[in-house]
Every structure is written in C-alpha cells, then in structure tokens.
C-alpha cells in the first residue's frame, strides 16, 4: 500500500509545472556558472592565490578543470537549493489543503503517518533525481568542457589539491551527504505544510528559517559560534566538504605534509553531522505525523 | 716594529694564497658543473608548507644553459616555488663577473666542506649573495644559501648519486621563506570537521620545504625551448 501511495505522491509530484522549475533553474546556473570561468576563470583562481603569487607559480590552467568547477557548483548552490526542495516539498500537505484533495485521501484506508511518510520519501526521491541533474550538468559536463586534473580546493587557511584519481568516489560520497542534507530541508517544510492551509507560508517560512540559520552560522562571533552554530543543520549541511578534506603525513618525517590518497581528514565527524541531520529529519517529521494525525480536515 | 711588519706581511700573503684557493675551487666547480648543456630529468616533488596540502607530485625537470629552468607536474596540480631556478647551480656559477670571497670550513654529513661566499659585480643580477658549501674533494656543491632581489633568501642542500660527474644531484631539499595564505569564511564556507586549523600567523615554523628527488637524467641530448614557456 506504501508503495502505492509512493507512486501517486511521485506522479503528483510530476505532474506539477514548478517541478521543473528546479530544473530548469539549475541548468541555467550552472551554464551560467561554467560561461563565467570558461570566459574568466584565470582571474578567478588567480584570486583565490594572489597573495601567493610572489612566491609560487600559480598553473592556473590546471587548476581551473572540471573537478574544480563542480566544487565550485556545488559551494555556490548547495547553499541555494534548499530553496527549491522547500518548493515542492513545502506544498506537500498545505496545497492539497487547500485544494480540498487532502479530505478525500484521508478518507482512504490509509493511515496519516503512511501519507506523511509517502510524501517525504517522494520529496526525498525528487531531491536525488535533482541531484543527480547537477551530477551529470556539474560534474560530467563541466569534466567535457574543462578537462579533468587535480582538483583544488581553497579552505579559510590553507589549500588542498587532491590527485585526479582520488576524486571521483570523493564526489560520489558528496553527492549522498548532500542528499542527506537536503532531506532535512524537506522535513522542515513538509513539517510547516501540516500547520498550513496554503502553499506559499510553508515555503516562505521554510526558506527563511533557511536563510536565518546560513547568517548565524556565517556570523564570527563567539555568541553563536560556542553556542548555537554547532548545532544548526545549515552547519552540518557542509558536511559533504569533508570528503574533500583529506588527511595528510604529519609536518615532520619521510613524506611530511603530503596528502595521503584516500583519506578523509576527519571521518567521525562527519558520521557526527550525518547523526545530527537524521536527529533533525527525525524531529521535523515526528512533528509533521503528530500535528498530521490531529489535524482537523473537515473545516 | 720589523717584527711586526714581517707577521702582517705574512699574514696578507697567506690571506691572498687563501683567497688565490677559492677562486681556484670556485672555477673548479665551475668548470665540471658546465659539462651540462641541458638536462631532462624525471622527479618524485614533495611540497612541506603550512598551508599547502598537495600529494606526492611526479614532476619533470627540465634545463637548459645558461639559467633556463623549468619544473612541471605535467600531469597535475603543483605549486612551484619560483625560486626553484637556483636548485640548479649553474644559474649561480654562471654569473660572468664574480667576487669570491672564503668563508670557513664545516662538516656536512660527515663530508668536510669549504664555504665561499659569492658576490655579484653587476646590479642586473638576480642574486644578491650566495654561500656555497663545496665539497673539496669531490668538487661538489652541498649546499648553498642564496638571497635574491625577487624572491627572497633560499636554502639548498643537496645529495649526489650516479651523475655527480655532472655537478647533478639526485635529491635537493629546498627551503624559502613562506606567507601567510587566508580567504574570507564567507567565500570559502568551511566544513568545520573539527581538525585543528593550520592558522599560518601564529606558527612557529614558517618556512617553507620542496623536496625533489630525481631519475631517470637525459643529459646533453638537447632540450626544446617551447618547454620553458
């Protein structure tokens, strides 16, 4: 029955224009995105290392290949995707609120939490096909039209540069952390749908909620950083970096400073944020099912 | 008072022999370092900075006299340090007007060294002073400490193999004054994965390290200009 109610939510799902609406703006971005270095990208890389440019060559053209496009993708949209995923996900209950088909899918014997749950795993489902989409438009695309090399990565204090063969299983993992992480977003909003009859509040509140904990999280101040910051699920969204942090020979001996293939920095905490971000899902959508199963449907 | 006139006398002619013995070495080790026209060699770069986290690069090194040197990850991501032009000791031996001047003696590695401090003549040189360690024996640099006007103050100590003939190492340890790396949180959005931050200003050890270790030399076989560009 599950399953059914499954394929129902995910052909709902499709059927509805701003679902490709995603889509659509994804692509546009990251052409956007790919243009913009194609045509300045030197200037780009240049600028992460001009303070540098004194003491080392900078090879720029290997620098700027296709692993580091998609990096730099997936930096600048995984902070604005959760927009998108509030867009479906927070019409979920609210627009068949306010269509009126809520009632009728009520009246079927199906009980509430299944619908919930249906509707999370098709929120869930349109996460990694759009995921997926950035894959293929990120990642594949951008490795045809700037070549593959080593990929680097420019931290707060230092610089990474991982081997062109280390890379790819890096992505893989980064891809499902941020399906992860993005499965939070739909859990929040599917979790304001249930407390809404229209379709914008839930997105709006969503998003905003959103938007509020990236600036405290961006915020420097110890206030927030002791406190608050550590536990915001935007914080531990990032955790899909740490497969791109790898672990390196301690500063003295025989390979001293050198990255060690196939390392991660620091596993336990990401396995500490992917905790965090089930921790989340579960709170979101427990308040969903039991705000969901007490909700009045006939008024 | 004759006494006295005879011992500084005596004490010049020696410093003048002495002085007579370094230029001899110098143009000794002169002369065997500019058996090589050019090389090609294949290379294992290890890079040791604060702020730089790079794997183990394979590298190839190319030469070509009199002070062209390029060193390219041809396959990857590296960051050179552009001082590396004087991990070839021909680019200091091949200065046209030199003073020498001696500088001591040491022990490197169990090898008595003689320590000469170079001096340019001319002001359009790169290189402001270099001290070089010479093997005596051997007519090899071990080791050179050389300042210069673009790039700083850079240590080179090196290990000979099967072409020392050449005056070409098989390993060189390269050390240059470092800077300090920082981006804004804002543009980097940083997973904090609870590793300690290698914060550049408040280290103790700021310089940095390049260790190339060669093989596979093709010596005087002629080396292309394009791959100087």
Redesign the interface.
């Known amino acids: 029955m599950f399953f059914t109610l499954l394929k129902i939510e995910l052909f709902k799902i499709s059927k509805r224009p701003r679902t490709y609406i995603a889509f659509g703006a994804l692509a546009v971005l990251i052409f956007l995105i790919q243009l913009a270095l194609k045509a300045n990208g030197d200037e780009f890389v240049g600028l992460?290392?001009s303070?540098?440019e004194?003491?080392?060559?900078?090879?720029r053209k290997?620098?700027l290949n296709g692993y580091f496009v998609c990096f730099f993708v997936l930096?600048m949209l995984l902070?604005h995707i959760p927009l998108l995923v509030a867009l479906i996900a927070g019409d979920q209950i609210s627009g068949e609120a306010g269509m009126g088909t809520l009632r009728f899918m009520i009246g079927k014997p199906i009980s509430r939490t299944q619908i919930i749950l249906a509707k999370y795993c098709a929120s869930v489902i349109y996460i990694v096909l759009m995921l997926f989409w950035m894959a293929i438009l990120g990642l594949f695309l951008s490795n045809i039209l700037f070549g593959t090399?080593?990929?680097?990565i420019?931290?707060?204090?230092?610089?990474?540069?991982?081997?062109?063969s280390?890379i790819m299983w890096r992505y893989l993992l980064a891809f499902l952390f941020a399906t992860l992480g993005l499965s939070v977003i739909a859990a929040l909003a599917i979790m304001f749908s249930v407390f809404s009859d229209n379709s914008i509040g839930p997105i709006v509140t969503a998003t905003t909620v959103v938007i509020v904990c990236t600036i405290i999280q961006?915020l420097?101040v110890p206030l927030f950083e002791n406190t608050i910051t550590?536990w915001l699920f935007t914080?531990h969204m990032?955790?899909?970096?740490?497969f791109f942090?790898?672990e390196?020979y301690q500063?003295v001996g025989e390979?001293?400073?050198?990255?060690i293939?196939g390392s991660i920095?620091?596993i336990?905490?990401?396995y500490k944020?992917s905790a965090i971000l089930f921790g989340y899902i579960l709170l979101f959508l427990g308040i969903a099912i039991w705000q969901f199963r007490k909700k009045d449907i006939l008024t | 008072m004759k006494i006295l006139v005879v011992a500084i006398l005596l004490l010049n002619l020696n410093l003048v022999n002495a002085q007579t013995d370094v230029e001899e070495l110098v143009k000794k080790v002169k002369a065997k370092y500019e058996k090589v026209i050019d090389y090609e060699a294949s290379g294992k770069m290890?890079?040791?900075?604060?702020?730089?986290?790079?794997?183990?690069a394979n590298v190839k090194i190319y030469y070509k006299k009199p002070n062209k040197l390029k060193i390219k990850?041809e396959?990857?991501?590296?960051?050179?340090?552009?001082g590396t032009i004087n991990v070839n000791m021909n680019n200091v031996l091949s200065m046209k007007n030199y003073q020498v001047i001696e500088a001591g003696s040491e022990v490197i590695d169990g090898t008595p060294v003689t320590i000469v401090k170079i001096l340019p003549e001319e002001d359009t040189e790169d290189v402001v002073l270099s001290k070089l360690y010479i093997d005596t024996k051997n007519l090899l640099v071990l080791k050179s400490i050389t300042t210069t006007k673009e790039?700083g103050t850079y240590e080179i100590s090196m290990q000979y193999g099967e072409h020392s003939d050449y005056g070409l190492p098989k390993k060189v340890k390269f050390s240059?004054?470092?800077?300090?790396?920082?981006?804004?949180?804002?543009i980097?959005?940083?997973?904090?994965?609870?590793?300690a931050?290698?914060?550049?200003d408040k280290a103790e050890n700021k310089k940095?390290?390049v260790e190339i270790t060669y093989s596979a030399y093709s010596i005087n076989k002629g080396v292309k200009d394009e791959v100087f560009k």
């Open positions: 992460l290392l303070a540098q004194d003491t080392f060559e900078i090879p290997e620098m930096n902070i090399s080593d990929l680097f420019g931290r707060q204090f230092d610089v990474i540069v991982l081997e062109a280390d961006q420097t550590p914080t990032l955790g899909w970096k740490g942090y790898p390196t500063m390979n001293s400073g050198a990255v293939k920095e620091n336990s905490a990401i944020s | 290890k890079t040791n900075v604060l702020f730089i986290k790079v794997p183990i990850n396959n990857g991501v590296s960051f050179i340090p552009k790039n240059f004054n470092a800077k300090g790396y920082k981006l804004p949180k804002g980097t959005f940083d997973y904090d994965n609870g590793a931050k290698s914060d550049f940095g390290k």
